[in-house]
């Protein structure tokens, strides 16, 4: 299957703005979960976003109030705004689909490059 292709990120100062940006392939994208997360150095990937297909979405909460996953179906795109950036922000970020089981979020092993961000303070 082809990979995700994520793009948008690169270096911004503190309270700075990006917008990530995903590629999907269809097969993946129609009637699944898509996902954000990232890696930061040392440390372990952590879920940032996710929408569903119908646009429920659920937030980390060092990112509630200032990421905002959105999908566009008809493109077969996921995207993350991301505002007010601070410095702890900093990582690699990944585009992943999945389902819930339950009340959790299950990732699929469906993941990208990743695309780096880069807040400086």
């Known amino acids: 299957q082809v990979q995700p292709v994520e793009s948008g990120g690169g270096l911004v100062q503190a309270g700075g703005s990006l917008r990530l940006s995903c590629a999907v392939s269809n097969n993946i994208f129609s009637g699944n979960v898509m996902a954000w997360y990232r890696q930061a150095p040392g440390k372990q990937r952590e879920l940032v976003a996710n929408i569903r297909v119908l646009g429920t979405t659920t937030y980390a909460d060092s990112v509630k109030g200032r990421f905002t996953i959105s999908r566009d179906n008809a493109k077969n795109t996921v995207y993350l705004q991301m505002n007010s950036l601070k410095p702890e922000d900093t990582a690699v970020y990944y585009c992943?689909?999945?389902?819930?089981?339950?009340?959790?979020?299950?990732?699929?092993?469906?993941w990208g490059q990743g695309t780096q961000v880069t807040v400086s303070s």
């Open positions: 992943n689909a999945g389902r819930y089981v339950g009340a959790f979020y299950s990732p699929y092993d469906y």
